[in-house]
């Protein structure tokens, strides 16, 4: 068995019997070393200079700053303003839901973290109003999906250190492809909604109410203009927008909201460092991963494997987009990313095709790779707030991954949605 051969066979029968994604990594390099002669030194190596870097800093802190405005309060009031605008329509609990999570994504960066953060409000408030279980869990996972795609975003901000691509470019980028998700999803809810008499207040907006509730969510709504506007204003480089976002955080949920105390602080450091040592932990393995199989030229056979399928980029980006979504049923967010960009990029980039669009289509293929069984992050969070089964929310959430499936396709087709607006502020 040559070494590249046990370094992919190791890591798929790793992965294939449940071990966990940085030991399977590990692993497989280990083996590999080992058989192609190379010291183990490299692996150790490899790790520390993957984490000598100072954009790797705004992961910790968005995390922290995420969990922080989950329990200070900010969600309630986000949900209580989309609340005043959407409850009239059809579906209105739903479309409230949904919006809801598009906010706090905007806020959290976080998939996990909006599905738990709104789901636990809106999961009873639906049920409580006729909306089936089923559907009322779906609702909340496919609207915490979000929470990878719009800035600030983690996944985000790994695809643009691993792929040495501007983080502020990757943020920019997600907006477009964002919009186009939402606005899939919503006309997913408002499909189902429809035929099942998912009917809203039928009362008209009450603009007194919609101005009363912005009001109060003007803190939280703020937000992300502040982060992202700092960021592109020159004021602060991403990862320093991620210390002012937990300043942030920690000023409205103690000082003006009054929500955050002293054991929800200590709770968050402590889940947000458990979360981010898992995080490092993965990439310190896979930059001895991405390493080897540079040195082993996987890239290139891959590239010239694909090439001779076809030349076209479209149908490339295609193939890949299938390849994504096969492998994000077994395999979780990180883990798409760490792999699949190495393995990809330098064929995408050999066929003109722009590293940010590249980008953007792994971040949505994981993203919906969130909400499919069996590894799906998304429907275990929703399982947990519902006590529902997996396969219960499995079956009700077909068709928002269907909506999300078309609407990476469209992206996929037409790359300015994400390369828009980056190239736009370059200019």
């Known amino acids: 068995m040559t070494a590249s051969v046990a370094l992919g066979s190791v890591l798929i029968l790793c992965l294939f019997v449940g071990i966990p994604i940085a030991v399977s990594i590990g692993i497989a390099v280990v083996i590999s070393l080992i058989i192609s002669g190379i010291p183990a030194a490299f692996l150790t190596q490899s790790a520390f200079t993957a984490l000598d870097s100072f954009p790797l800093m705004a992961i910790p802190f968005f995390i922290l700053a995420g969990s922080l405005m989950e329990t200070g309060g900010l969600s309630t009031r986000i949900i209580a303003f989309a609340n005043s605008l959407m409850k009239t329509f059809t579906g209105g ?14 806020l959290s960066g976080s998939s996990p973290a909006t599905v738990a953060a709104i789901g636990t409000i809106m999961f009873p408030a639906m049920v409580k109003k006729g909306y089936s279980p089923e559907f009322s869990a779906a609702v909340s996972a496919s609207g915490g999906g979000l929470g990878i795609l719009i800035p600030p975003s983690i996944p985000l901000i790994i695809y643009g250190i691993i792929a040495n691509v501007s983080i502020s470019d990757m943020f920019l980028a997600g907006f477009g492809p964002g919009v186009i998700a939402v606005l899939f999803l919503i006309g997913a809810i408002i499909i189902i909604s429809k035929k099942r008499g998912y009917t809203g207040s039928g009362e008209k907006i009450d603009w007194k109410e919609v101005f009363s509730t912005f009001w109060e969510a003007k803190w939280a709504l703020l937000t992300p203009f502040i982060i992202l506007g700092g960021v592109y204003g020159g004021i602060f480089t991403p990862t320093e927008s991620a210390v002012i976002a937990v300043i942030y955080a920690f000023i409205i949920g103690i000082f003006v909201y009054k929500e955050l105390n002293l054991q929800q602080i200590k709770k968050s450091i402590i889940s947000s460092s458990i979360m981010t040592g898992a995080i490092l932990i993965i990439l310190s393995t896979a930059a001895a991963f991405s390493k080897l199989i540079a040195i082993y030229h996987i890239p290139s056979i891959i590239g010239n494997f694909v090439i001779n399928l076809s030349s076209n980029p479209l149908i490339i980006l295609l193939l890949i987009g299938l390849i994504v979504l096969i492998a994000g049923t077994f395999m979780e967010t990180l883990s798409i990313l760490i792999i699949f960009t190495p393995l990809f990029l330098p064929v995408v980039t050999q066929l003109g095709i ?13 993203e919906i790779g969130l909400l499919t069984p069996p590894v799906g992050l998304n429907l275990f969070v929703a399982s947990g707030i519902s006590k529902l089964s997996i396969e219960r929310i499995s079956i009700a959430i077909i068709p928002f991954i269907l909506a999300m499936v ?18 736009l502020l370059k200019q």
């Open 354 to 366: 722009d590293p940010i669009h590249f980008g953007i289509i792994l971040v949505i293929g994981a």
């Open 93 to 106: 609990l739903a479309l409230v839901t949904m919006m809801s999570c598009l906010f706090f994504a905007a």
């Open 406 to 423: 078309i609407a990476l396709v469209i992206i996929i087709l037409i790359p300015q949605i994400a390369t828009f607006l980056p190239y």
